[in-house]
């Protein structure tokens, strides 16, 4: 398997990583193309348009914005989430879009930047189709892209007819190669390694050891800050749906009161909810995140990572890179066999994949095998089997921001369940993987991120 750590976590904004960060980077793309091909000077109007998932529910994980941004030249993790409003309002107010920073070209939001509802590309449920024209009205250059989930973009090109690559992301020759998870043990145990150092030095022989260590250290930063943040703003959460964010509540009320924790001895789960509710409520306002394999559930990984840092006794940054080492080596078998889109199969790809991969990395940091480890990522994922995606109004907030405290929690609970074992267990991470896969094939599209069913549509949004 070729995939970097780094492909697992990337940093980005909210609120989505399939719907926000994947568009944006296609649109990155895109333009690399027109600037390959010489055509930006001919470029005299652009058209994007949306399908599917992208289509049924972007307005709510606002990829509109996100194509915006990337057309404008913004990347995911470099745009500054204070001045994206300023810079969409710009458009909209002038009826210009800066393609890149280099060409003026007229932008209308309705007619050049559609929603096909009920429309899919045949490829992934996450489509979109690119055109530039010149004066005349021609075709300069036309792509379509899919966003097939965590940030990951495929052109039409790279994409194969079950919807996955051709390859993965590196292409490089690496020491250590496995596709599943019985490969995975099998080469950790020949080599005398653990799961976190076999996926490390796959990655030192691409960016060094030194290099890969600090990248990992800044993605904890990233996530980090992003909690920190999360718990201190205030206010109502963007989008309609007058949700009001809790995070800072929740933290003023276990700081405030440190006397609780003697009389309860579950005050360190609310803590852990606190420290998942910051981050998702930072991912709806569009804030600076960490795709954890997604941002839906990107605050499951940074509460069990925090829970570690906090509440372990001798937790340390070896600790930290262990953890996001292993979580990623997991988080690869799901994205290699099966899925992290919820537009393919549900929420079990994201909140499911979120707790199996930090269920493992708690497990690892708390001294498991590789067997526990394996052991605990399985559970994880056991028990949200057929988890459905329906959020209401099309928004990353409900049930989203508290389905990833459940998300972190269970983690917890499953990582301690496999250490209380022996590693021994009836039910393989690779057959639940598989099941998760076979599970989203069977799923109704309208619990596939469409938000055309379950609380999606019996709950008013309003």
């Known amino acids: 398997m070729l995939l970097s750590i780094f492909d697992l976590f990337k ?13 944006m980077v296609a649109a990155n793309r895109f333009l690399a193309e027109l600037k390959a091909k010489s055509l930006l000077s001919q470029v005299a109007s652009v058209k994007v348009n949306l399908y599917g998932s992208l289509a049924m529910t972007g307005k709510g994980h606002a990829t509109d914005i996100a194509v915006l941004l990337g057309l404008l030249g913004e990347a995911p993790d470099t745009v500054d989430p204070d001045r994206v409003e300023e810079y969409i309002e710009n458009i909209k107010n002038t009826g210009q879009l800066d393609l890149a920073r ?11 930047l559609p929603f096909n509802f009920g429309q899919s590309l045949p490829k ?15 075709i300069l250059h036309d792509n379509i892209f899919y966003s097939v989930g965590g940030g990951f973009v495929l052109s039409d090109a790279e994409t194969g007819e079950d919807g996955k690559g051709h390859a993965d992301s590196v292409e490089q020759e690496i020491p250590f190669e496995f596709s599943n998870g019985v490969e995975l043990l099998e080469v950790a145990e020949k080599a005398q390694l653990s799961v976190a150092e076999v996926v490390l030095q796959n990655d030192y022989v691409r960016f060094g050891e030194q ?19 999360g718990c201190e703003q205030e206010g109502v959460l963007p989008g309609g749906l007058n949700v009001k964010r809790r995070a800072r509540k929740l933290r003023d009320e276990l700081v405030n009161r440190p006397e609780q924790a003697l009389k309860d001895q579950l005050t360190v789960m609310d803590w852990i909810n606190l420290f998942a509710m910051a981050v998702n409520e930072e991912n709806a306002a569009g804030g600076r995140v960490v795709t954890a394999p997604t941002n839906g559930a990107a605050g499951v990984i940074p509460a069990v990572l925090a829970y570690y840092d906090r509440f372990v006794p001798g937790s340390n940054e070896e600790g930290i890179v262990t953890f996001l080492a292993t979580a990623a080596a997991i988080g690869m078998l799901y994205k290699h066999n099966a899925s992290i889109s919820a537009a393919e199969v549900g929420c079990q790809g994201e909140i499911g994949v979120a707790c199996s991969m930090a269920a493992g990395a708690l497990c690892a940091v708390l001294g498991g095998t590789n067997e526990q480890i394996e052991n605990a990522a399985e559970i994880g994922m056991e028990h949200n089997l057929g988890l459905t995606c329906d959020p209401i109004g099309g928004l990353v907030q409900v049930p989203c921001i508290e389905r990833n405290t459940m998300g972190a929690v269970k983690a917890i609970n499953a990582s ?25 094939v069977d799923m109704q599209d309208k619990y596939k991120e469409t938000s055309t069913g379950g609380l999606a549509v019996n709950v008013v949004a309003c």
């Not at 940093?11 to 960060?21: A, C, K, L, R």
């Not at 904890?220 to 800050?225: K, Q, S």
Request: aromatic residues 4%; proline residues 5%.
């Open 211 to 229: 290099a890969t260590r600090d990248k990992v250290l800044s993605i904890w930063h990233v996530m980090d800050n992003c909690i920190r943040r």
């Open 102 to 112: 280099e060409k003026q070209v007229p932008f209308n939001m309705e007619e050049h």
């Open 11 to 23: 940093v980005g904004i909210g609120p989505s990583s399939s719907h926000t960060v994947g568009p």
């Open 124 to 138: 992934h449920p996450n489509g979109m189709r690119f055109q530039v024209f010149d004066a005349a009205g021609i």
């Open 416 to 440: 301690r369940l496999a250490l209380r074992g022996d590693g021994e267990h009836s039910v393989s991470l690779d057959s639940v993987i598989e099941t998760m896969r076979q599970t989203g």
